[in-house]
């Protein structure tokens, strides 16, 4: 059974930082897509970052305009793990945080912020940025 499980959203006040991590376990994620959206109440999941495997041991990243420049993400691959680092957050960075993975290693870079290509999902973090 496949299972992405979050952890490390909390309350930060604007100009902060935190840290995200998720544990992917059931099945090795290498090689495959893994990365973050967020949903806020009403509103679909929106594209966060992802990782794509591009050959040998490299990968890249691809992250929201909303966050470029602020947040990070990095994945061990020894440990199915991703990380987002999250900094100088914002109000409007407040939501649910998900990590999701897709089965498909074939996805181009078009496919990847899109929610309906991941296969797998956490069960969401809340990260709330207010003072």
Do not use: H
Not at 18 to 32: E, I, K, P
Not at 73 to 93: C, G
Not at 110 to 125: F, I, M, S, V
Request: aromatic residues 12%.
């Amino acid at each position: 059974q496949v299972q992405l499980v979050e952890s490390g959203g909390g309350l930060v006040q604007p100009g902060g930082s935190l840290r995200l991590s998720c544990v992917a376990s059931g099945r090795t994620f290498s090689g495959y897509p893994i990365g973050w959206f967020r949903q806020t109440e009403g509103k679909d999941r929106s594209f966060v970052a992802t990782t794509r495997w591009i050959g040998g041991a490299a990968y890249t990243q691809y992250y929201a305009d909303s966050v470029k420049g602020r947040f990070t993400i990095s994945r061990d691959n020894a440990k199915n793990t991703v990380s987002l680092q999250m900094n100088s957050l914002k109000p409007e960075d407040t939501a649910v945080y998900y990590c999701a993975s897709s089965s498909s290693r074939g996805l181009i870079a078009g496919e990847l912020p899109k929610a309906r290509n991941y296969d797998y999902w956490g069960q969401g973090t809340q990260v709330t940025v207010s003072s």
